[in-house]
């Protein structure tokens, strides 16, 4: 099942530690399509696929209240640990029968993990929980990112292309027809006020061991690992010394800029 793939507990650690929060130009992009539906104060918010919290931190300096769920426990357990924010909750619990009253959410969002659910339910659910007016933000940055540093960005994403690539096999379908998902979803959300904001690039700076650990957050990089551990490791290390050796450094504290191609759905629940 797609959803047992983040259940593991080192893979949540490792998700909380090396997973990206959204950019502001992202919520910026989400906020300001908020903010012609809505009144503010903003009253509650959920986040649908939370895993350890990186959006729903960022919803908190928004919206009053704001729930984060999940399927997995791991994550949820993660998410808590982490949470420093007094008006954010988590709970475990799936997309597709949220642990909330109908009409009681101003918005909802799913930051890369609709792609996970039952479609067809979620849509049913977001109905339910909506408040007329409500809105709902789908958004997801894709596998395929770019890897900056000075004149050496081709072979730093070459290098990058190449991990990607490897873990192929180990991809979930879902994973796999992420860019296809997200066009049926788009066209199955119910509303007429809608919109699909597509090639948004972002870009973010991280330390090179940050990128490194961004491999250990993917699915398919934990299901290789526990494969083939030793060819996994491996991977790794060569990938990081070849890093090193273009960036001509020998710290993996060097900063890397990651770029992505972000696509963002808006939807409103009608009046
Ligand atoms: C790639 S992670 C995204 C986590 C986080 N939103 C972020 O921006 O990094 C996808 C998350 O969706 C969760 N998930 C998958 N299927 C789910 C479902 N049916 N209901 C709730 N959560 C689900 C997984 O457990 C995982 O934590």
């Known amino acids: 099942m797609a959803t047992q793939l983040f259940?593991?507990?080192e893979h949540a650690s490792y998700y909380q530690k090396f997973r990206f929060e959204p950019t502001q130009e992202i919520i910026d992009l989400i906020f300001s399509y908020v903010d012609e539906r809505l009144q503010k104060p903003y009253g509650f918010a959920v986040d649908v696929g939370c895993g350890t919290g990186q959006n729903t931190k960022i919803l908190s300096q928004y919206v009053k209240k704001v729930l984060g769920i999940d399927i997995s426990e791991a994550q949820i357990e993660e998410a808590k640990?982490?949470?420093?924010s007094p008006n954010v909750t988590y709970s475990v619990s799936p997309a597709e029968e949220m642990p909330v009253g109908d009409a009681s959410v101003d918005l909802l969002t799913a930051c890369a993990?609709?792609?996970?659910?039952n479609i067809e339910k979620f849509l049913k659910e977001v109905d339910r929980v909506l408040k007329p007016g409500g809105c709902l933000a789908i958004f997801i940055y894709f596998a395929d990112m770019e890897v900056h540093y000075k004149d050496r960005s081709e072979q730093m994403t070459e290098v990058f292309a190449e991990v990607m690539n490897i873990l192929v096999p180990y991809q979930h379908e879902k994973f796999n027809n992420m860019k296809t998902a997200y066009k049926e979803i788009y066209e199955a959300i119910p509303y007429p006020d809608k919109r699909r904001i597509e090639n948004i690039r972002t870009k973010i700076q991280m330390p090179l061991s940050s990128l490194m650990g961004l491999f250990l957050t993917f699915p398919a990089f934990q299901i290789y690992l526990k494969t083939e551990p030793e060819k996994a490791k491996e991977v790794l290390r060569t990938a990081e010394e070849r890093f090193l050796r273009i960036m001509g450094t020998s710290s993996t504290e060097t900063e890397v800029e990651v770029w992505l191609q972000n696509l963002v759905l808006l939807a409103s629940k009608p009046q």
């Open 113 to 117: 993990s609709a792609h996970w659910f």
């Open 81 to 84: 640990k982490a949470s420093g």
């Open 7 to 9: 259940e593991g507990k």
